[in-house]
């Protein structure tokens, strides 16, 4: 018999915690519930709960769980990497080494700020991204870059301001930003990215309204969901329309080095070290389970970010940080980057192959060049969220785009990823999700 326990066990093996989030949200979307309100009782702690928690989106089910147990499922819900091409045995040896001969530092608090040694590491890694003027001093260390987005909205926003964000985004920053009570605002963007002639007219549009804008939020490389990259030609003009308004870019950058073909378009950090704060992460190029992210904040913002940092998680984790540093210093991890560029290729290949012989008409995609993740879009007025049902049904599970975006409502589009599944159930996922999304197309003709 499957316990609550063992089911939370298999989803965590089956659907990464970011897809449990993302079909959380989608559900919560498809099926909304009054702000503040619990959905199985009310209890009189309810009258203590914050505004803010209400903005924190809630599962209206746990089928979630329930849809991972199936035997023979394939997920293209989850964008986990392929940590099977890592040297285990060799990592997990470094990590009895640390503990042995360096297990009073690696074990105690440590800085806020964290390690100067993975500070001046993280320099190296953002060279090899494009950015060639880092100061470790401006370096702040955090759990994840998502962490490092709950930091910047802590510190620049209140509530009622204004956090523009591409659509669709990642759903982790939609789930944090909101919860500070921000106004998130989407801005349209195309197979290039954000447009920007669509960046100006949102900013005057809100300025029109007296709206206060503090950041725009942007993953312009291979954007999760959607893993659009954004052009060369527009990432200075994105800069430039922002400095013009007194708004501060936030550009998360965690796929950037996992470009197939290795060769790199330049970060918006690159050229304008004081109007982008940047932030990075090792989930997608090491480990995701150290939770070791890091945002180069510019110089004059630094000590208040760091401040703040520290108030939510006192010190990041000293263990994990000497372990990503023994990897950077003793492993080959450039050369890892490049095992994940081809393994990363060939499965977005096999999807791409797959979607183009088993794809009805009328179904568009994505035809990403690095990342994670294939974006498809439906026919106006299809809702992909019932469809998720019906693909469990087929053997198949996505997470369908309301998890993506600001607005509230059904959504055409639903995001399939290729990072953890190998050709051939790509193949098959695909060969699966297609009559399902065929009898969509033609109920709505």
Same mark, same amino acid.
Request: proline share 7%.
């Given at each position: 018999?499957?316990?609550?326990?063992?089911?939370?066990?298999?989803?965590?093996?089956?659907?990464?915690?970011?897809?449990?989030?993302?079909?959380?949200?989608?559900?919560?979307?498809?099926?909304? #519930?009054?702000?503040? !309100?619990?959905?199985?009782?009310?209890?009189?702690?309810?009258?203590?709960?914050?505004?803010?928690?209400?903005?924190?989106?809630?599962?209206?089910?746990?089928?979630?769980?329930?849809?991972?147990?199936?035997?023979?499922?394939?997920?293209?819900?989850?964008?986990?990497?392929?940590?099977?091409?890592?040297?285990?045995?060799?990592?997990? !040896? #470094?990590?009895? #080494?640390? %503990?042995?001969?360096? &297990? +009073?530092?690696?074990?105690?608090?440590?800085?806020?700020?964290? !390690?100067?040694?993975?500070?001046?590491?993280?320099?190296?890694?953002?060279?090899?991204?494009? %950015?060639?003027?880092?100061?470790?001093?401006?370096?702040?260390?955090?759990?994840?870059?998502?962490?490092?987005?709950?930091?910047?909205?802590?510190?620049?926003? =209140?509530?009622?301001?204004?956090?523009?964000?591409?659509?669709?985004?990642?759903?982790?920053?939609?789930?944090?930003?909101?919860?500070?009570?921000? =106004?998130?605002?989407?801005?349209?963007? =195309?197979?290039?990215?954000? $447009?920007?002639?669509?960046?100006?007219?949102? $900013?005057?549009?809100?300025?029109?309204? &007296?709206?206060?804008?503090?950041?725009?939020?942007?993953?312009?490389?291979?954007?999760?969901?959607?893993?659009?990259?954004?052009?060369?030609?527009?990432?200075?003009?994105?800069?430039? $329309?922002?400095?013009?308004?007194?708004?501060?870019?936030?550009?998360?950058?965690?796929?950037?080095?996992?470009?197939?073909?290795?060769? +790199?378009?330049?970060? +918006?950090?690159?050229?304008?070290?004081?109007?982008?704060?940047?932030?990075?992460?090792?989930?997608? %190029?090491?480990?995701?389970?150290?939770?070791?992210?890091?945002?180069?904040?510019?110089?004059?913002?630094?000590?208040?970010?760091?401040?703040?940092?520290?108030?939510?998680?006192?010190?990041?984790?000293?263990?994990?940080?000497?372990?990503?540093?023994?990897?950077?210093?003793?492993?080959?991890?450039?050369?890892?980057?490049?095992?994940?560029?081809?393994?990363?290729?060939?499965?977005?290949?096999?999807?791409?192959?797959?979607?183009?012989?088993?794809?009805?008409?009328?179904?568009?995609?994505?035809?990403?060049?690095?990342?994670?993740?294939?974006?498809? #879009?439906?026919?106006?007025?299809?809702?992909?969220?019932?469809?998720?049902?019906?693909? %469990?049904?087929?053997?198949?599970?996505?997470?369908?785009?309301?998890?993506?975006?600001?607005?509230?409502?059904?959504?055409?589009?639903?995001?399939?990823?290729?990072?953890?599944?190998?050709?051939?159930?790509?193949?098959?996922?695909?060969?699966?999700?297609?009559?399902?999304?065929?009898?969509?197309?033609?109920?709505?003709?």
């Amino acid at each position: 018999m499957n316990t609550p326990d063992a089911g939370a066990n298999a989803a965590a093996e089956t659907l990464s915690e970011e897809a449990v989030d993302a079909l959380t949200r989608a559900q919560s979307s498809a099926v909304p #519930t009054a702000a503040g !309100t619990n959905s199985a009782t009310d209890h009189r702690h309810d009258a203590l709960l914050s505004a803010r928690a209400a903005n924190i989106k809630q599962s209206a089910v746990r089928d979630v769980f329930e849809i991972s147990m199936q035997p023979g499922l394939v997920s293209l819900a989850g964008g986990n990497p392929y940590l099977q091409s890592l040297p285990l045995e060799r990592l997990a !040896t #470094t990590a009895a #080494t640390i %503990i042995a001969d360096h &297990g +009073l530092e690696a074990l105690q608090y440590g800085g806020g700020q964290g !390690t100067l040694e993975l500070r001046t590491q993280i320099c190296a890694v953002m060279a090899a991204e494009g %950015i060639h003027d880092a100061d470790p001093d401006n370096v702040v260390i955090t759990a994840g870059s998502q962490s490092a987005q709950d930091v910047a909205a802590k510190v620049f926003c =209140d509530p009622g301001d204004v956090i523009l964000l591409e659509d669709p985004t990642y759903v982790g920053a939609l789930n944090t930003f909101e919860a500070y009570e921000v =106004d998130v605002r989407p801005v349209a963007g =195309d197979e290039n990215g954000i $447009i920007p002639s669509q960046l100006r007219s949102t $900013i005057a549009s809100l300025q029109s309204e &007296g709206k206060r804008i503090k950041l725009l939020y942007t993953i312009p490389n291979f954007n999760n969901p959607s893993g659009v990259m954004l052009a060369p030609e527009r990432r200075q003009e994105i800069v430039d $329309i922002c400095r013009e308004a007194n708004i501060l870019v936030m550009e998360d950058n965690p796929y950037g080095l996992l470009k197939f073909d290795g060769v +790199l378009p330049e970060p +918006l950090r690159a050229a304008n070290p004081e109007d982008v704060l940047y932030l990075g992460s090792f989930s997608k %190029i090491f480990a995701p389970g150290l939770r070791i992210g890091w945002a180069l904040v510019p110089a004059h913002l630094k000590q208040r970010y760091y401040l703040a940092s520290e108030a939510v998680t006192l010190c990041p984790p000293t263990f994990n940080q000497l372990l990503v540093s023994d990897y950077l210093r003793n492993y080959d991890w450039q050369g890892q980057i490049s095992t994940y560029r081809a393994l990363y290729a060939e499965r977005c290949a096999a999807l791409l192959a797959a979607l183009d012989e088993y794809m009805p008409a009328g179904v568009t995609w994505t035809r990403p060049e690095g990342g994670f993740f294939v974006w498809l #879009t439906l026919p106006d007025g299809i809702d992909s969220y019932p469809l998720l049902y019906a693909g %469990i049904d087929a053997g198949v599970v996505f997470v369908p785009g309301a998890a993506f975006s600001a607005a509230e409502g059904p959504s055409n589009k639903l995001r399939l990823a290729f990072s953890a599944v190998p050709p051939e159930e790509l193949r098959e996922g695909v060969k699966r999700l297609a009559p399902v999304l065929a009898e969509a197309v033609a109920n709505h003709s």
